[in-house]
């Protein structure tokens, strides 16, 4: 079963906590706490995917512990250590109006207020300020950069994102 389209990586398992079953948790959402807002979690060993509900979980330390119903000893736990914990698309939340996933905005093609196409997003990167698209060049760039980095500042950089259209208008320089 391949969930590559269907569902998205919101965190990873840890190492067994205690004799009970209990799991280390490490959120990637935006507030960590966020991640135990989805239900079932999907976890994958091997090629083969479970389907897994929290029962209970609470801080630990710099970071959370999660238990597991039908996971009841240390050993059970032990097999899901290192596991990323996917959730269906489905379960995340409805964004308003000019707000995007950074999933949504990957592959998107850039093209400045002045009509050059800049290339791809190919990735995002978080800075301490705001959030930077990772733009590769189209093999006719013409411009000589294989990659920009382009800051992700609505109004002032970012003039435009089109999701139907896959498009992203930006005030840049082509030569930057």
Not at 71 to 95: G, K
Not at 111 to 127: A, F, N, P, Q, R
Not at 138 to 167: C, H, K, M, S
Request: glycine share 8%; net charge negative.
């Amino acid at each position: 079963m391949s969930l590559e389209n269907t569902s998205i990586v919101v965190g990873k398992l840890g190492a067994p906590y205690g004799i009970k079953g209990w799991l280390k948790v490490h959120s990637f959402t935006d507030d960590p706490v966020g991640i135990f807002d989805f239900s079932p979690w999907l976890i994958g060993q091997q090629g083969k995917w479970q389907s897994f509900k929290v029962v209970d979980w609470r801080r630990h330390s710099k970071g959370f512990i999660a238990k597991f119903a039908n996971i009841d000893d240390r050993d059970q736990a032990l097999v899901y250590t290192n596991a990323e914990i996917f959730v269906e698309l489905s379960q995340l939340p409805e964004l308003p109006q000019g707000e995007f996933y950074w999933r949504d905005l990957i592959g998107m093609s850039v093209t400045t207020d002045k009509g050059y196409s800049l290339g791809i997003v190919d990735d995002l990167m978080e800075t301490g300020s705001n959030d930077v698209l990772v733009v590769k060049a189209n093999n006719n760039d013409g411009f000589g950069q294989a990659e920009r980095l382009i800051p992700f500042l609505t109004d002032t950089v970012i003039l435009n994102v089109d999701a139907e259209a896959r498009q992203i208008t930006v005030d840049w320089d082509p030569s930057f």
